[in-house]
C-alpha cells in the first residue's frame, strides 16, 4: 500500500450513485454534493484546527447530523472518508448511524472508524443489543488515508485502507428498529469523536467494487495517478 502525498486531498465527484457526499473544506461543510440534497445539521461548530496541508490549514472539529431513513442501511452499502489524524489512541468515530441515547439493539445500525490503529466497523445486533465488530488493516498517521466500509450482504463486512482491502469477517446482522440518524465526526451520542481532519466523506446503498473503492482512492490522494 502507497502512501498517499502530503497535500489536500482532490475532491471525489458524485460518481457510483452515492446516497450521499460531502467535503469539509471550510467552505461547503454540511453540504450534500451527491445532488440528493442531504444537507447535514451543525452540532458543534467545525474548527479548521488542522495539520498544514498545502500552506492552508484543512481540519474539522465538531459533529454533524441528519435524520434519513436512506441511510438505515441493513443490507449492501459502502461507506468511505478520507481523513488525516496524528493520533489513533481510543476509539474513534468517523461516521455512523444509529440511534441517539437508546438501547440494546437500535443504538447503533452500523458505524465507521478506528480502535487504535486499526480501523474499524461496528454495529449493534439482535433483542439483547449484541455488540458486533470487525477491526484490523493498520490505519496511516501523519498523512491523508482514504478509509472505506464494505458491506456485501447484512453480515459480509470488508474494510479497507486506500482502496487496499485488508481485512474481511462476518457480523451479525444488525436490528432494523428504532430511527436513524447518520452522525459525522462522532457517534449518534456526540461520544467517541474523531479529533483530526475529515476532508471529505461519502455513503453509497450499493456494496462498491474493488475497482470502485481504488479509483476513488487513487483521485483523492494521488490526483488519479
Known sequence: MRAALGRRPTKIPAVFSPLCLYYFDGVSDGADQSGNAR?????????????????KKAGYAGKYTR??????????MTA???????????TKIVMGCGTPGASGATNVLWSLGTNGANIRYFAESGASGTDTSLAGAQVLTGEFCMLSLRRTSGTAISLAVNGVELV????????????????????????NPWSAIIDQCAVYGS??????????????LFGGQ
Request: overall charge negative; charged content about 10%.
Open 39 to 55: 444537507t447535514l445539521t451543525i452540532g458543534t461548530a467545525p474548527s479548521l484546527s488542522g495539520s498544514l496541508v498545502s500552506g
Open 168 to 191: 474481511t469477517g462476518t457480523c451479525t446482522q444488525p436490528d432494523t428498529g428504532g430511527s436513524s440518524v447518520f452522525s459525522v465526526g462522532a457517534d449518534g451520542a456526540g461520544t
Open 207 to 220: 456494496a462498491l467494487t474493488d475497482a470502485q473503492l481504488q479509483y476513488l482512492a487513487d483521485l483523492a
Open 67 to 76: 435524520t434519513d431513513s436512506a441511510l438505515r442501511l441493513t443490507g449492501a
Open 80 to 90: 468511505i472518508a478520507v481523513v488525516h489524524t496524528t493520533s489513533l489512541s481510543g
